[in-house]
């Protein structure tokens, strides 16, 4: 007999795996990437640009509403952003 200090649930159900067509959708990005530097921009209109590992967020500080710009193929290494064109390059 084997011995285990682990054991399964007691009253285990097992489960199918999920469809194919399963996915997850974003909801809201927590966490910045800081580590390279000038990557959190403060914009006039209380949002605020950053980067997090693929992703590009800009956050609208009165709503808390979320915009991404995603698609990079690697995590982002730097952001910049041209308030005279409104533009975040």
């Given at each position: 007999r084997?011995?285990?200090?682990?054991?399964?649930?007691?009253?285990?159900?097992?489960?199918?795996p999920?469809?194919?067509?399963?996915?997850?959708?974003?909801?809201?990005?927590y966490?910045?990437?800081?580590s390279?530097?000038?990557?959190l921009?403060?914009?006039?209109?209380?949002r605020?640009l950053?980067?997090?590992?693929?992703?590009c967020?800009?956050?609208d500080?009165g709503t808390?509403?979320?915009?991404?710009?995603?698609?990079?193929s690697?995590?982002?290494?730097?952001?910049?952003y041209?308030?005279?064109?409104?533009l975040?390059?």
């Amino acid at each position: 007999r084997k011995r285990s200090i682990v054991f399964p649930p007691s009253r285990l159900q097992p489960t199918l795996p999920l469809p194919l067509g399963a996915g997850l959708i974003r909801e809201h990005v927590y966490g910045v990437n800081g580590s390279p530097l000038h990557t959190l921009h403060v914009l006039r209109d209380r949002r605020i640009l950053y980067i997090a590992a693929r992703l590009c967020i800009m956050t609208d500080l009165g709503t808390g509403a979320q915009t991404y710009f995603e698609g990079h193929s690697a995590d982002v290494l730097s952001v910049d952003y041209c308030p005279a064109r409104d533009l975040a390059v």
